[in-house]
């Protein structure tokens, strides 16, 4: 009797129950078991196109070792929103991500929707922005994800501190925010 197909197997398996547990521990929300923040406000999505900087960030792998980071929104042909993300890299090479987003929640138009990948969507809340949309607090439900947005590249180390608050405020762990280097 072969056992090798049954041993493949078991090993995929084993593999299988092991991400799935790591999967588990990973980061959740960063005060724990506490409710998820839901967006402060209604957008008026109009006023939230164009570009933005970004002050800082939870450090994702995709973004790992970004710099100069900017978020291009235009609204598309079809009503969808056009997403061009970009950063510089410490080599100094520019690369950029082109994606598309869409509104899940018509009633308040906070809560996106936003794909890189083909049919793959990941949630993209709008937690928090000033009223005149010089600045923006993005997350999303899990808590794994934090962007401080502006419309100015350097703002100023008082506004860098009163979006970090106002995150503290929403629940997230602020030690945790990788400051972006603009230039």
């Known amino acids: ?4 197909p049954i041993l493949a197997f078991a090993a995929l398996v084993a593999a299988g129950t092991l991400l799935a547990g790591c999967a ?3 980061p959740k929300h960063p005060v724990g078991n ?3 923040p839901q967006p402060a406000k209604s957008v ?3 006023r939230y196109l164009g570009r933005w900087y970004e002050l800082a960030r939870y450090e994702q792998g995709f973004q790992k070792d970004c710099d100069s980071v900017t978020a291009d929104y235009s609204l598309r042909e079809d009503g969808g929103i056009a997403v061009l993300n970009s950063c510089v890299k410490p080599d100094g090479k520019k690369t950029s991500a082109t994606g598309k987003a869409k509104i899940v929640d018509e009633a308040t138009k906070a809560k996106l929707k936003v794909s890189f990948f083909g049919p793959f969507y990941a949630d993209y809340w709008v ?6 949309y010089s600045w923006s607090i993005v997350g999303e439900p899990s808590g794994r994800y ?3 947005l502006s419309r100015d590249a350097a703002p100023g180390q008082a506004r860098l501190d009163e979006l970090t608050a106002r995150a503290r405020a929403l629940g997230y762990d602020t030690s945790m925010l990788r400051i972006t280097k603009q230039p």
């Not at 937690?127 to 005149?132: G, I, N, Q, S």
């Open 24 to 26: 588990a521990l990973g």
């Open 127 to 132: 937690l928090d922005h000033a009223e005149d």
């Open 34 to 36: 506490a409710a998820v």
């Open 44 to 46: 008026d999505l109009t």
């Open 1 to 4: 009797m072969n056992r090798k």
């Open 146 to 148: 934090l962007w401080l």
